[in-house]
């Protein structure tokens, strides 16, 4: 009993990896369809424990609504097309647009040209790339939203509006 009770234990630890990679959410909800009682719990210890070893392989993460906010409010302004596949549904079904964000402003400078380069709290640096003069006084926050052609616009403690392009 002992040596078919390894067996198990060596072949569920062998095949631990394949069971990571086809772990999903689909499998628990699947669960929810089975009629009887004992069937649906073994099916749902199943898939959970696939889930649970999927995680601890490093294969699965759980993300929030919140995390994934953050991930696109930190990467707005760079071309990140993956990103878009983590977007959430409004209630009528269609894809949840993400095209403006408000941050606080940490500095303001301006480079040879003239131009200002803004950092903002989160470590984002914008530079503005027309020519538009603009002269924020103790600026606190930036609104940036998509403009014409995969461009940007930025406003300044809601300012005039003038482009910008992400540098960092």
């Excluded at 994934?68 to 079904?93: C, H, I, W, Y």
């Excluded at 303001?108 to 131009?115: E, I, L, T």
Aim: with cysteine; proline share 2%.
């Amino acid at each position: 009993m002992t040596r078919f009770l390894s067996a198990v234990a060596a072949i569920c630890l062998v095949s631990l990896p394949a069971i990571a990679e086809n772990a999903s959410t689909g499998d628990v909800y699947a669960c929810a369809e089975i009629t009887g009682n004992d069937e649906r719990l073994a099916c749902y210890d199943a898939a959970v424990g696939r889930l649970k070893a999927a995680e601890e392989a490093g294969e699965l993460t759980t993300v929030t609504r919140a995390e994934v906010e953050q991930a696109k409010r930190e990467t707005f302004g760079f071309s990140m097309p993956s990103l878009r596949s983590f977007g959430f549904k409004n209630d009528d079904g269609s894809q949840e647009k993400f095209d403006e964000v408000t941050l606080a402003v940490k500095s303001v400078s301006r480079d040879a040209g003239g131009k200002l380069r803004i950092t903002l709290e989160g470590g984002q640096v914008w530079v503005q790339n027309d020519g538009m003069r603009i002269r924020p006084k103790n600026p606190s926050e930036a609104h940036i939203y998509a403009a014409a052609l995969g461009s940007y616009k930025m406003k300044i403690d809601g300012g005039m509006a003038f482009r910008v392009r992400r540098e960092q």
